[in-house]
């Protein structure tokens, strides 16, 4: 299994990536993520995208595998 979650570098999908991985059981709808953090889902779909080379849906989802084999 392939453990590695790549990072974005835009800080405001980074902080969206943290608050993901901090808590990964979180199920609030990424607009209202999107808005916490400071930028319209477009643009953070656009940064997960280039910086990591995953949706974030794909990314969130990885996130909480990563969670579950290492709890």
Do not use: Y
């Not at 392939?2 to 980074?14: E, V």
């Not at 808005?35 to 656009?46: E, V, W």
């Not at 794909?58 to 290492?70: D, E, F, N, P, S």
């Amino acid at each position: 299994i392939d453990l590695a979650l790549p990072l974005p570098h835009d800080a405001r999908a980074l902080r969206l990536a943290e608050m993901l991985r901090n808590d990964p059981a979180d199920r609030r709808d990424l607009e209202a993520l999107a808005a916490i953090c400071g930028a319209s889902l477009r643009t953070l779909q656009r940064s997960f995208s280039d910086e990591t080379a995953l949706t974030i849906d794909a990314w969130r989802q990885k996130a909480r595998l990563v969670h579950a084999a290492t709890s």
